[in-house]
């Protein structure tokens, strides 16, 4: 069966602060994606990569790094966390970009 | 990237089927439109996904006027789990690393 996996279903932590968050799928996907949802403004596409140490932006890229050293794993960063990052991040995978995309079941972080 | 429209909400009564239409006036020759289901606290199921007429599985059916500036998902005889926000799409279905785009959705109760 499908799987993507999160690091974190909750995450608390301090403004300023280095945040990961790491995303695992084990279906040998090409391409992986990191959204970000919040109330009234659905899901917002932060990165995404389509390849090994390849990544491209997102509509909200601002104040997010990411990383993909292995096919399996993609890291989001949130280099200097602020309060308006709290929110629920989550993690996708899929053979390609425009067809059927596997979700992880996300992280919510606030950001005090 | 094609925008997408949809309704902020609907309400439907168990077993009655329903229809959420989506508006995407400027969608292009190659863009597939793919629905996703999304229940609280999960991330986001997809659901079907059609280039034009129509297009049935075990979950849903897929309408696309031949014009393709709007599509309809239509569920039919709705029980009480179906209620979630269904998200419409429009993307490039190919092997390059064009991105979709997910819109607000509509919130659909189902009322017993």
């Known amino acids: 069966d499908v799987k993507v996996t999160q690091s974190s279903r909750y995450l608390v932590k301090r403004t300023g602060e280095k945040v990961f968050l790491e995303c695992v799928q084990d279906m040998d996907h090409e391409n992986m994606f990191w959204y970000r949802q919040d109330p009234g403004l659905g899901l917002r596409l932060i990165y995404f990569?389509?390849?090994?140490?390849?990544?491209e932006k997102g509509d909200i890229p601002e104040g997010y790094s990411v990383s993909r050293e292995k096919k399996e794993r993609f890291s989001l960063i949130l280099e200097s966390a602020s309060t308006n990052q709290t929110s629920m991040y989550l993690c996708?995978?899929?053979?390609?970009?425009?067809?059927?995309?596997?979700f992880g079941p996300g992280t919510r972080l606030t950001v005090t | 990237l094609a925008k997408t429209t949809q309704p902020i909400s609907m309400d439907s009564y168990e077993g009655q089927e329903v229809n959420i239409t989506c508006s995407h006036n400027n969608i292009a020759t190659n863009d597939y439109i793919t629905w996703y289901q999304q229940f609280p606290s999960q991330g986001p199921r997809f659901i079907i996904q059609?280039?034009?007429t129509k297009v049935t599985n075990e979950v849903a059916s897929l309408f696309i006027p031949a014009d393709r500036k709007s599509s309809t998902l239509s569920l039919p005889r709705v029980s009480l789990s179906d209620t979630a926000v269904y998200y419409c799409l429009v993307g490039v279905y190919s092997g390059g690393y064009q991105k979709v785009t997910f819109g607000t959705g509509t919130k659909l109760q189902v009322i017993p």
């Open positions: 059609g280039y034009k």
């Open positions: 996708a995978s899929s053979l390609s970009p425009g067809i059927e995309q596997y």
């Open positions: 990569s389509y390849d090994v140490k390849m990544k």
